[in-house]
């Protein structure tokens, strides 16, 4: 008889409980990279950069083309010039912040295109299979067979020097490796129970690739191609260092290093800032890129 008030004072305490709202996939995946302190000061580096790009023309900073012969090659400290000066006289810190606007858009928009190509192409692939994913997948395995940095070169020497045609050229080379991990995560989810049913339901391909396939690949899809944009970057910087990318004068870091090599014995710590900066922007995305992939293994 003791039994039933317990029970029925527990049952009261449940129902007069607050609901609490389960948390999202997407929240808890926020929830945990903030928790990162390396992930967090990454973003913080890279986000400083991107709003000293953007704003360069409000911060009051030297004419990034006027140069002068009487000050040329200051050292790091010069008043006036905190970052000193290139071979030409030209300031080093307005150098460095307006350069970052056309490296960031060289290194990151070949990516995006391609996470978008490379996307639609491997998903197309992995659902529909037969001869159009041999199709489509024998011709990504010829760009394989060569190495990303001779086949930059090579698309970009036939196309020309400039920086549309150095965003063709990385974006061919990073569609291949995005299309193959797309094609491969969407293999392995099209016949589970979810898209079975879709299927039974009359859903046509389209819908079932856009509604159904989509949303369950396109996290590891997006956590591969953020760790592309520090690959990228190097590949854009190389291609200006060669001559094949931006043309002079405008500054852009791999072009700057290019220029500066002939003054590493004079001044060798102003001609290195263009390489800490793309040193340091890669560094960043690669660890940004291991946070947001930890943060999305759920089941760890």
């Given at each position: 008889m003791s039994e039933l008030p317990l029970s029925a004072t527990a049952d009261a305490a449940l129902q007069a409980a607050p609901a609490t709202k389960a948390r999202g996939y997407w929240a808890t995946v926020g929830r945990r990279i903030m928790r990162d302190r390396v992930s967090m000061a990454c973003a913080l580096v890279l986000l400083l950069i991107f709003l000293s790009a953007i704003l360069a023309p409000w911060l009051g900073l030297e004419d990034p083309y006027k140069g002068s012969m009487i000050r040329?090659?200051?050292?790091?400290?010069?008043?006036?010039?905190?970052?000193?000066?290139d071979e030409l006289g030209r300031d080093m810190?307005?150098?460095?912040?307006?350069?970052?606007?056309?490296?960031?858009?060289?290194?990151?928009?070949?990516?995006?295109?391609a996470f978008c190509i490379g996307t639609s192409l491997g998903i197309v692939a992995g659902y529909v299979g037969g001869k159009l994913n041999t199709a489509i997948m024998r011709t990504v395995d010829v760009f394989y067979a060569f190495p990303s940095v001779l086949l930059a070169i090579a698309i970009s020497g036939a196309l020309g020097a400039g920086i549309l045609n150095s965003i063709v050229a990385l974006t061919i080379v990073f569609v291949p490796q995005i299309t193959r991990v797309a094609e491969s995560v969407t293999t392995g989810v099209r016949n589970m129970d979810f898209v079975e049913a879709a299927r039974a339901s009359g859903a046509g391909a389209f819908t079932i690739m856009r509604v159904h396939i989509l949303g369950n690949v396109l996290g590891a899809i997006f956590v591969y191609a953020t760790s592309l944009i520090s690959v990228s970057m190097i590949l854009a910087a190389g291609l200006s260092f060669l001559g094949l990318g931006t043309k002079p004068p405008e500054p852009e870091w791999g072009l700057m290093l290019n220029t500066l090599r002939t003054a590493i014995y004079v001044n060798p710590w102003v001609a290195a800032l263009p390489g800490a900066m793309i040193f340091a922007v890669s560094i960043c995305f690669n660890l940004l890129s291991d946070g947001l992939r930890s943060a999305m293994d759920i089941r760890n």
């Open positions: 040329r090659l200051r050292h790091i400290g010069t008043t006036g010039y905190p970052l000193g000066t810190l307005a150098r460095l912040i307006y350069g970052g606007r056309l490296s960031l858009v060289i290194g990151i928009l070949p990516v995006i295109l």
